[in-house]
């Protein structure tokens, strides 16, 4: 029951898939939107979690932001804090205008890069009914803590000139979003391009890259700050150990939340999306919105 369809957000659209439970019993269903992380677009995996949750009978509304995937947006992989947030907003507000869906029991859930916008929404929506965040990016400083030094000046030296190079009218400058250890890119742990690679498979917009000037947005982002602000349920899957996303400040971070489930997965951040790891946290996360969010 999924169909492809998309959504205005701020100056341009968002392409989305939205997926309806196969029975429909007149009555209005709770919703979920989902969206993907650092580099990430729906292709990526995104499916397998749809098609779980509206199984369950969720209606489901699965994003690209825009500069990603088949959304719009000049220049192509972009990473910018604040137009993925403005997109966030569009598909909840686009959800909430659904026929035969409950505009007061939508839940956001997002992974990684996404993870973190789905914490900034939950403190900012009050009228969320839930949010789940997966390995979730909740501090910029902590990531960068994450990558060797060198690493990390060499990307800021080029997401400078690149942001200059930006203001002047040059083409932008990309930087790989998953590289081996010692290349210049946001993630270089040994996981990274094998799990970005593993995700990125059959994915037929899967593009490796992000615009140099988008690791200064990266930088600057700690959703997790705002953790004691999210009032709905939330729940919050942290990998351990997590390369990426360094799960003992998420923890802390997130643990400031009045009404916060943490679970931990012995796993790496890439592979909670796939086999043993991805069905016990896919089971977790049906259990946490059958309690908080059940389909009537």
């Not at 369950?56 to 995937?69: E, I, K, Q």
């Not at 979003?177 to 899967?206: K, N, Q, V, W, Y």
């Not at 009045?258 to 043993?276: D, Q, S």
């Not at 259990?287 to 969010?293: G, N, T």
């Amino acid at each position: 029951m999924r169909s492809d369809t998309s959504f205005r957000s701020g100056d341009g659209t968002c392409a989305a898939w939205l997926y309806r439970p196969g029975t429909d019993d007149g009555g209005r269903r709770p919703a979920v939107v989902l969206a993907h992380g650092l580099g990430g677009t729906r292709q990526m995996r995104l499916a397998a979690y749809a098609e779980r949750f509206s199984a369950a009978g969720y209606v489901c509304l699965v994003l690209d932001h825009r500069h990603f995937g088949a959304s719009s947006g000049e220049p192509r992989q972009l990473l910018s804090v604040r137009r993925q947030l403005e997109d966030w907003r569009a598909a909840i507000a686009h959800v909430r205008g659904l026929e035969g869906v409950d505009p007061d029991r939508v839940v956001a859930w997002g992974t990684s890069f996404g993870g973190g916008h789905a914490l900034t929404l939950a403190a900012e929506d009050r009228r969320l009914a839930a949010a789940i965040a997966q390995c979730p990016f909740t501090d910029g400083v902590a990531s960068a803590l994450a990558v060797p030094p060198l690493t990390s000046v060499r990307l800021t030296a080029v997401a400078l000139r690149d942001r200059a190079g930006a203001l002047a009218g040059r083409p932008p400058v990309y930087r790989p979003a998953a590289g081996e250890p010692g290349r210049t890119a946001f993630m270089t742990a040994h996981d990274a391009l094998p799990g970005m690679t593993a995700l990125g498979r059959g994915a037929d917009d899967f593009d490796n890259r992000l615009t140099a000037r988008s690791a200064l947005d990266v930088l600057r982002y700690a959703p997790g700050r705002r953790a004691s602000r999210i009032g709905c349920p939330l729940f919050v899957a942290l990998c351990e150990p997590d390369t990426v996303a360094p799960s003992a400040r998420a923890r802390r971070q997130v643990s400031r939340a009045p009404r916060v489930e943490v679970r931990t997965y012995p796993v790496g951040h890439f592979a909670i999306y796939l086999g043993e790891a991805f069905e016990a946290a896919m089971a977790d996360y049906l259990d946490f919105l059958a309690r908080h969010v059940p389909v009537r």
